[in-house]
């Protein structure tokens, strides 16, 4: 296998308001050490953004405002080549609607996970680059498609 130069930046997007932190961080602790493991054995090099990383809402509050807390992920987001989104809590989370709207506008596949087509407000779904039914099946996309 040749290594390759190419590096990867996932924005890990989904609902935070209202969740205790494991709630909000499980799923993304999940999907960041899958995407390393993915990266790793494919030569490719790759940075996970989890908000959960920089912000702990509910634990250790060291924003001054929420204004701070969204220029600092949206700046990550913009920076990223990919945003993974988890699909539970999204009819309620505006910021995580907002995340992937940015992402659309902004040419930045976005890929959903835990819910499929004809299920979410049509504007968002067209957003969307692709839905999974859960974490494992997208991981199995980016690799058939992405890291080739």
């Known amino acids: ?54 912000y702990n809402p509910v634990e250790d509050v060291r924003y001054q405002t929420d204004e701070e807390v969204m220029d600092y992920d949206i700046n990550h987001l913009e920076n990223s080549d990919f945003v993974i989104v988890n699909a539970d809590g999204l009819g309620t989370s505006t910021g995580t609607q907002i995340e992937i709207f940015d992402a659309w506008k902004n040419n930045i596949p976005v890929f959903v996970f835990g819910v499929g087509r004809g299920v979410i407000h049509p504007w968002l779904e067209r957003c969307v680059t692709r839905f999974e039914p859960n974490l494992d099946y997208l991981i199995t996309y980016l690799t058939d498609f992405y890291y080739v």
């Open 1 to 54: 296998m040749s290594v390759s130069n190419k590096e990867w930046q996932y924005y890990l997007a989904g609902k935070m308001d209202g969740l205790t932190f494991d709630e909000m961080n499980q799923w993304r602790e999940e999907a960041a050490l899958k995407l390393k493991v993915l990266s790793e054995t494919s030569g490719y090099k790759c940075t996970v953004i989890n908000p959960c990383d920089f």
